[in-house]
């Protein structure tokens, strides 16, 4: 059985950095693509940042280049968000995802696997 477990979200104020972890267990993910995924509340859930599995492709929602960093660890199984200069916009409940696809899995409709979620709150 996959399981996706976040971890990380917490209380941050704007400017400020947090890392975000996921470890992966139940099966191999070292060709799968592991993206991170955010909803607001009363929004949508989008997509933030995406590695496919052999690294080769990384995508960020324009919102947050400069700022965040994905990168992942297939020997740990993990797969890490590093946020920096953190906005109000920001806040959200941040979800780490996993798909089969070679490719960068950009809309939720599509992804395999997820995670339970870890809340973000950037306060001013």
């Known amino acids: 059985q996959v399981q996706l477990v976040e971890s990380g979200g917490r209380l941050v104020q704007a400017g400020d950095s947090l890392r975000l972890s996921c470890v992966v267990s139940?099966?191999?993910?070292?060709?799968?693509?592991l993206a991170w995924f955010r909803q607001a509340a009363g929004k949508e859930r989008e997509f933030v940042a995406g590695?496919?599995?052999?690294?080769?492709?990384?995508q960020y929602t324009d919102s947050v280049k400069g700022r965040f960093t994905i990168a992942r660890d297939n020997a740990q199984n993990t797969v890490a968000l590093q946020m920096n200069n953190l906005k109000l916009e920001d806040t959200a409940v941040y979800y780490c995802?996993?798909?089969?696809?070679?490719?960068?899995?950009?809309?939720?409709?599509?992804?395999?696997?997820w995670g339970q979620g870890t809340q973000v709150t950037v306060s001013s």
């Open positions: 139940g099966r191999s993910f070292s060709a799968w693509t």
């Open positions: 590695m496919s599995g052999s690294g080769d492709s990384i």
């Open positions: 995802a996993g798909d089969v696809s070679l490719a960068v899995e950009t809309q939720s409709a599509f992804i395999d696997y």
